[in-house]
């Protein structure tokens, strides 16, 4: 199946460039005003999925790596490609989560993929990503096993179709070796 992906490399840095100063000029607009509490958007889904992209394109050598919501079908064939963030033939559904702060990741109780990838973004006004990619399924036994909360794992929460939602900092350790660093640098490193 041929996949036409057109959110270039120029598209993402256009993207980002407007999001950042959008979030820079809010967080002068409230120290200007001395409000505090003002929440500061979420990074929208198409450059954090994006940022991944082009890790997993030149940082991981998977140059079939496809942004599924941009990407056009030249095949009448239903495959899964149309489903996830993003998508490799040689791997098949990536998943992204990306993380700004310290508050929980939530997570679809029927998603699923081949591998997921967590942008920590946290720091992304320094000009500073760390990506890392669990390297199992969401079937596997050490995904479905994770402890969401003292009494109840992800499987748990899944079965009852509530949306799981964890902390990087509670989740990571549970992971293990499973899910590694694959890149910590700048935006601009990317590419």
Same mark, same amino acid.
């Given at each position: ?7 270039? %490399? ?7 460039f ?47 790596? +496809?942004? #599924? ?6 095949s009448?064939? %239903?495959?899964?490609? #149309?489903?996830g963030?993003?998508?490799? #033939? ?15 990741i ?8 081949? +591998?997921?990838? @967590? ?14 990619? @669990? ?10 096993? +994770?402890? +969401? ?9 899944c ?33």
């Amino acid at each position: 199946m041929a996949v036409t992906d057109n959110y270039s %490399e120029q598209a993402l840095k256009e993207r980002f460039f407007h999001h950042k100063l959008y979030v820079e000029s809010t967080l002068t607009w409230k120290q200007e005003h001395g409000i505090e509490q003002a929440r500061l958007p979420n990074m929208p889904e198409d450059i954090s999925e994006n940022i991944v992209k082009f890790i997993a394109r030149n940082t991981l050598n998977m140059q079939d790596c +496809v942004w #599924t919501k941009g990407a056009e079908q030249q095949s009448d064939d %239903e495959d899964q490609i #149309t489903t996830g963030d993003l998508h490799s #033939t040689s791997i098949g559904k990536l998943e992204c989560k990306c993380f700004t702060s310290d508050g929980p990741i939530s997570f679809g109780p029927t998603e699923s993929w081949n +591998v997921l990838y @967590f942008l920590d973004a946290r720091d992304w006004l320094n000009d500073h990503f760390v990506l890392y990619a @669990f390297n199992d399924t969401n079937l596997s036994a050490d995904w479905q096993n +994770v402890k +969401v909360n003292k009494t109840q794992t992800y499987a748990d929460q899944c079965k009852a179709k509530r949306r799981p939602r964890i902390s990087w900092n509670s989740l990571q350790p549970q992971l293990g070796i499973k899910c590694v660093m694959v890149y910590d640098g700048s935006f601009d490193d990317i590419f």
